[in-house]
Structure formats: C-alpha cells, structure tokens
C-alpha cells in the first residue's frame, strides 16, 4: 500500500480531499498541519478517530520535523495544501504568506528530493495551486490555459506564484518528479467562514450586512470542491510529471449574482419572504488591486484524464446553503475565536 503525505488536510479543501481519498483509494494518508486560525481539527477529526488517517500536527516550514516524517514514512505521493490563503489577510499582512507558502514548500520540496534520492518506482509531488497565479482577465479575454503567463497581483498570488517556481524548477534542475495543478474559486462544506460564499451565507442567516466589494461585477470561475479534489485525484493516478493543470468549473459568475442567489436560498430555507436577505446587501470599499475576472479552461485535464466536474453551481449551492445552516454549531465555533478580531479589522463590525 502507498503512503501519501497531506499537507493542510485541517483546511477546507485538504479536509475535503481525505474526505474523498480514505473512501476511494487504496492508500495510508498522512496529514501535516499546523492547526493555525484556519486549520479546524474538527472537519477530520471523524477520519483520525476511525483510524483512517494519521494525524502530526506541524509546521511545514519545520525542516527537522519535515524531514523526519519523510525518513519514517517514506511517501510515495505528497500532496500540498498547506498555506496562507486569503487574499484580504495578505493585504493587510504579508509575512505569513511569504514564509508558508514560499518557504513551506521549499522545505518540503527538499525533504521530499533528499527522500526520492535512490528512489525506485513512481513518486510523485503535487503541489496544489490557483489560477491567481495568473492575474485578471479582461472581459473579452479567453479563459487562462496551462500556457497562460504568470502575472500575480496580490501578496497571496504572488507568495502561490513563487511557489510554483520552485515547484518547477526542482522538476527541472532535479528531476524532482512534481506536478502543479491551477484551481479556480472552490465551495462546499468546511471553508472557513472569511470567505465569499460561506461568510454571506452565515450573515443572510444572522440577518448581517452582506459587504460586496466596489460595483460587485468582479467574476470568479466557480467549482464545487468535490470535483476539485477529484480532479486532483486524477492527477494523482495519470498526470505526468513536469506538468501543470489547469482545473475549473467553466461557471463564472459576479459577486453580486452569487450573493443574490445565497440571499434568495437563505430566505427560502428560513421561510422569510422572498427578497428579505437581499436587502441586507451593502457595496463597500473594494479590495486594493482587486483582480477584475477569473476563468479557467481545464480542456486538457478533459481530455487527457477524463475528468469532468459533476456539481453545477445553480443545483449544487442550495445544498451548500442547507449544509451551513445544518452546521451552524461548527460556523458558531469558528466565529466565536480569534477570527472575531479579524472580522473587526476587515469590516469595522463585530463577528
Ligand atoms: P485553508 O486556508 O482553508 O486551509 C489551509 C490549511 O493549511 C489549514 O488547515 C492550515 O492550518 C494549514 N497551514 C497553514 N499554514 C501552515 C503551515 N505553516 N504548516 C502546516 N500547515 C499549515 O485553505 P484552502 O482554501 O483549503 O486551500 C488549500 C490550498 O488550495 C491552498 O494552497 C490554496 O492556495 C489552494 N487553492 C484554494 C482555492 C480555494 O478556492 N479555496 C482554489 C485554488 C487553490
Ligand atoms: O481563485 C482561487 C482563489 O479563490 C484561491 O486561490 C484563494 O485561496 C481563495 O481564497 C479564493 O480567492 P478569492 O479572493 O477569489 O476569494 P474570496 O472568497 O476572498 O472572494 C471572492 C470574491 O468575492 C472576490 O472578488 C472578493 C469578493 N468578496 C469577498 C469577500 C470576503 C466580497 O465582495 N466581499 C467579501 O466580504
């Protein structure tokens, strides 16, 4: 049996992805991370009861720790989420995001080269990536390929972008055998609640103020997070080395229509009259240097690994929107911690 590392697997995605992994693959799974303000033991802690995974909580930026965990498991496949990864966080302070998700992962990149050294069969390093690595499109663009150019905007896109680099370039100075997968925005169950769609469904819930940045046209490529970890898994099974992939959902939106369609739902769910959480829509001061338009053509992962996305966003969110009001207890949770000074830092309002 493989033994895979998982980084960041507290996370939204991560947790999602081991979720998925332990269900469908014939693999032990390791996870590593640290447990900061978005790290939630809680979404996993079902697997790591059950003995489905084994859990180290750490730092990936911990050489000795790092190197440790390779020396004793010795990982067929890592498996990279760990990081620093809202955008807003990073305006207002950078530092976090250049040392996790800078020299994160070159510590693990070098433990996993010392590792693979002498190395028989197929090991493999997927480093999880986004499409802000790319910057904004305009309008009329063509969506961002495997072979669009890097131009990252914020400190975040620009701390996933450098990452990438290196990613690459341990591939071809080393032989480092990587792969770099390029995702659009993700929803579902276990993100945490400073983001889009989890935060203006909690406060249409709480009958909150729902902050729209700027004019709220900005457009995002929404994907359901199940597909995402699929397609990752995938990768995992048939992506070749040296390669980056493009994934997304072919589903772009503006802010403004998904935070109309979560306030439409809210209101259905709560059997408040149709219209009620719309009102609570406020346009507020825009994000600095706010990237405009994001979309991805993932025809490649299509075509050569027969990936497609099985959720669609307009059947998909409603059961989104349930699940947070379902897990509210666990929203509660999160809100009630350090997150709450956070939010009076970002939105000059209480938690
Ligand atoms: P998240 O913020 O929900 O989770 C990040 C996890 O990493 C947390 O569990 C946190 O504790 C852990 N972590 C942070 N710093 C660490 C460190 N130094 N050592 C060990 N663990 C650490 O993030 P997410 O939304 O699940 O994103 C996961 C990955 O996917 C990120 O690399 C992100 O750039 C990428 N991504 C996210 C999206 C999205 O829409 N959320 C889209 C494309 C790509
Ligand atoms: O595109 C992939 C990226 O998607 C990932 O790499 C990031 O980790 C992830 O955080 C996400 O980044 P975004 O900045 O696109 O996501 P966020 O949920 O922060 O914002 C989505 C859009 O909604 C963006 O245009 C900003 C806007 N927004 C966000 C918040 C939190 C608002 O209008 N109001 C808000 O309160």
């Known amino acids: 049996m493989s033994t895979w590392l998982v980084t960041g697997a507290a996370g939204f995605i991560g947790a999602n992805f081991v979720r998925l992994a332990s269900a469908s693959v014939e693999a032990r799974l390791v996870v590593l991370d640290a447990l900061t303000y978005a790290g939630n033991l809680e979404n996993i802690a079902d697997l790591v009861e059950a003995g489905k995974i084994e859990f180290h909580r750490g730092d990936i930026c911990d050489i000795d720790l790092v190197n440790e965990l390779f020396g004793r498991h010795r990982f067929d496949r890592v498996v990279h989420f760990a990081a620093e990864s809202h955008v807003d966080r990073s305006i207002l302070g950078a530092e976090p995001f250049i040392r996790t998700n800078i020299q994160g992962t070159a510590v693990l990149l070098a433990a996993a080269r010392a590792s693979w050294q002498d190395r028989q069969g197929k090991p493999l390093f997927l480093h999880v990536s986004t499409d802000e690595v790319f910057g904004s499109l305009e309008p009329d663009d063509p969506p961002f390929t495997e072979n669009s150019p890097y131009?990252?905007?914020?400190?975040?896109?620009?701390?996933?972008?450098?990452?990438?680099?290196?990613?690459?370039?341990?591939?071809?100075?080393?032989?480092?055998?990587?792969i770099i997968s390029n995702c659009s925005n993700n929803y579902g169950p276990w993100q945490f609640p400073e983001k889009l769609i989890p935060l203006m469904i909690l406060n249409a819930f709480d009958g909150r103020e729902l902050p729209v940045y700027g004019d709220g046209r900005q457009?995002?490529?929404?994907?359901?997070?199940?597909?995402?970890?699929?397609?990752?898994?995938?990768?995992?099974?048939?992506?070749?080395?040296?390669?980056?992939?493009?994934?997304?959902?072919?589903?772009?939106?503006?802010?403004?229509?998904?935070?109309?369609?979560?306030?439409?739902?809210?209101?259905?769910?709560?059997?408040?009259?149709?219209?009620?959480?719309?009102?609570?829509?406020?346009?507020?001061?825009?994000?600095?240097?706010?990237?405009?338009?994001?979309?991805?053509?993932?025809?490649?992962?299509?075509?050569?690994?027969g990936w497609r996305p099985r959720h669609d966003l307009e059947s998909a969110l409603p059961a989104v929107v349930r699940w947070y009001w379902e897990n509210r207890a666990w929203a509660d949770r999160i809100r009630s911690g350090t997150y709450v000074e956070y939010y009076e830092q970002q939105y000059g309002a209480r938690a």
């Open 219 to 305: 457009v995002r490529d929404w994907l359901h997070v199940e597909d995402h970890c699929r397609a990752l898994l995938a990768i995992l099974a048939g992506g070749q080395a040296g390669r980056t992939y493009v994934v997304g959902g072919a589903c772009e939106r503006t802010n403004l229509d998904i935070v109309q369609r979560i306030a439409l739902e809210a209101d259905a769910l709560l059997r408040r009259s149709p219209g009620s959480a719309a009102k609570l829509i406020r346009h507020v001061a825009d994000r600095p240097g706010h990237d405009r338009r994001y979309a991805m053509n993932a025809m490649a992962l299509q075509r050569e690994l």
């Open 151 to 178: 131009r990252p905007n914020s400190p975040y896109s620009a701390s996933k972008a450098a990452a990438d680099h290196l990613v690459r370039a341990w591939h071809h100075t080393y032989g480092l055998p990587t």
